[in-house]
């Protein structure tokens, strides 16, 4: 698979671009597969997609996933190979139109002239068990358990680890350097104490709200991940469709495996949506995306602002540097010209403006009637500054442990914004704060609540549980959710959403990280701990 980790592409001044054009711009000239078989070297690489023959050569570079991918399909038609990742339209979208080459004549395509999926890195995945009689190690297949067997969060991550593919895997579950805050965002929870009411009529509980005047199911929605085909061939797709089935919304990612269109014919006729956005470099290319949301009726949208740069998250880029070996280095790779564990970072960087700043706010709001947010807020001072501005809130948010590690948890931060905000002049109801990362349980949304979020945000959950069940896995995770939330809001002594207050809750811990706790098992026997290169 085209594996470009996150933002799918990589630009090169002379060769990429991000320009709005129109197929009737650029004359398309149709080619034979015969002609296209010639371009098949590293240095001549021409990669039919849908249909299309694109000169890649240059771009197999800078391509994330390495430059083998690509030029192991040179001459070739791989759409087989890229379709379960990408979306279709991407190429047309953001590579220069004089590399489309032309239309390739299906009737030339001969089964040779396909490229083959690589071979999976592992087959079903298995564990060693000790015979009961004899000292012997046996090996068992891992036995997927059924659905009903899930319990909590945990169990599906602990699924998926096991059914996907190690890069799929790596790419999901790691974390920033050291991954320090990756584990803190749940352990932060921890650090905030339970304070019950009693002789409270808990008879009923009401856990619907709603979040930016949309009706939810609980205080949660599904926020925005890339690439979701790692997980299920369904993807964005799925997840837009267990979102109508769960009653909460989704935030549509930008860089998705499934394009705009598509995932929005997914909706039902009365479901709403928010969406991610990354600014583009070409604002253009923004402007136009944005108009598309606004003219389907998407009611809000988060503009992520914690990304100018990628973080380094290790165990994808140790994945991405043993998917190949040493092997099958050579030329410009083999002298180290290349260097495959950054080709994320430069892609990021070309999708993405890094100059993106607080001048730029009054464009965003200008070029949009949706309600405008700002995801991956992490200080008060910030947030004061976009409810100043005019927006309508902001998420708290470290991009799930995977950009800055060390910063801290979007809850810790929760605290300080509230009391910032409320020091401005702020009221109930003019901004709107979430929370995302960490949140595993019924009991951590009741915490964010308490602390003032209006709903938290969760993202792996969804990933994993649509990896190990596909949609029905995430309805049944948001299920059991309401079901702990249920039981929390009873046993706290809050029969709804708004008799939950920062009186249910003691904080004295939460920014003193070095407070013992006992060992959460679930999260210690889950998480897969980073390995140095001599112990892989």
């Not at 001044?13 to 070297?41: N, R």
Request: glycine share 6%; hydrophobic share 40%.
């Amino acid at each position: 698979v085209f594996l470009c980790q996150a933002a799918l592409v990589a630009k090169n001044e002379e060769h990429y671009w991000f320009p709005s054009f129109s197929p009737l711009e650029m004359a398309e000239k149709v080619l034979s597969m015969e002609e296209v078989a010639k371009h098949k070297t590293k240095d001549d690489c021409w990669v039919v997609l849908y249909g299309k023959a694109y000169d890649l050569t240059k771009f197999a570079k800078v391509h994330p996933g390495g430059a083998k991918l690509i030029t192991d399909a040179a001459g070739m038609d791989a759409t087989a190979q890229f379709d379960p990742i990408h979306p279709k339209d991407i190429m047309d979208k953001l590579l220069k139109p004089s590399l489309t080459m032309g239309v390739v004549d299906a009737s030339t395509i001969k089964p040779e002239h396909v490229a083959k999926p690589p071979e999976k890195h592992k087959a079903a995945p298995k564990k060693k068990v000790k015979a009961a009689a004899a000292e012997e190690e046996a090996v068992e297949e891992f036995k997927k358990p059924p659905l009903a067997a899930m319990l909590n969060s945990f169990d599906f991550e602990s699924v998926a680890r096991e059914v996907m593919e190690p890069q799929a895997w790596g790419y999901y579950s790691s974390g920033g350097d050291d991954e320090i805050t990756l584990r803190d965002n749940h352990l932060a929870f921890q650090r905030i104490t339970m304070r019950p009411r009693i002789l409270v009529n808990v008879r009923d509980i009401d856990m619907s709200t709603t979040i930016l005047g949309v009706k939810a199911s609980l205080p949660l929605y599904f926020t925005a991940t890339a690439l979701a085909k790692l997980a299920h061939q369904e993807g964005e797709v799925a997840i837009v469709k267990a979102a109508k089935k769960a009653g909460v919304p989704y935030m549509l990612p930008t860089l998705s495996s499934y394009t705009l269109d598509e995932m929005l014919a997914a909706r039902s006729p009365d479901q709403e949506v928010f969406s991610q956005l990354y600014v583009n470099p070409e604002r253009s290319r923004s402007e136009e995306y944005v108009a598309k949301l606004e003219a389907a009726g998407v009611k809000a949208l988060f503009v992520t602002v914690d990304a100018p740069q990628l973080g380094r998250r290790e165990k994808d880029m140790r994945n991405k540097f043993t998917q190949q070996g040493s092997d099958v280095q050579d030329g410009e790779e083999d002298e180290g010209a290349v260097d495959r564990s950054q080709g994320a970072t430069r892609a990021i960087s070309s999708y993405i403006d890094p100059g993106l700043c607080w001048d730029d706010v009054p464009w965003l709001k200008k070029i949009t009637k949706m309600k405008v947010l700002l995801k991956g807020v992490q200080c008060g001072e910030d947030a004061v500054q976009a409810y100043k501005a005019g927006l309508s809130g902001c998420v708290l948010s470290n991009h799930g442990g995977r950009q800055l590690d060390t910063c801290r948890p979007g809850i810790e931060v929760l605290p300080e914004v509230m009391e910032a905000i409320k020091e401005a002049g702020c009221k109930k109801g003019e901004f709107s704060v979430f929370v995302d990362g960490g949140i595993r349980r019924g009991a951590d949304i009741f915490k964010a609540v308490a602390l003032g979020a209006e709903a938290i945000g969760v993202g792996r959950p969804v990933l994993y549980s649509l990896a190990s069940y596909g949609q029905n896995g995430i309805v049944r995770m948001v299920h059991m959710l309401q079901d702990e939330l249920q039981m929390v809001m009873r046993l706290a002594g809050t029969p709804n959403v708004a008799s939950i207050t920062e009186n249910h809750v003691l904080t004295t811990n939460l920014a003193d990280h070095i407070v013992p706790l006992p060992v959460d098992n679930l999260t210690a026997r889950t998480y897969q701990a980073l390995e140095p290169a001599a112990r892989l």
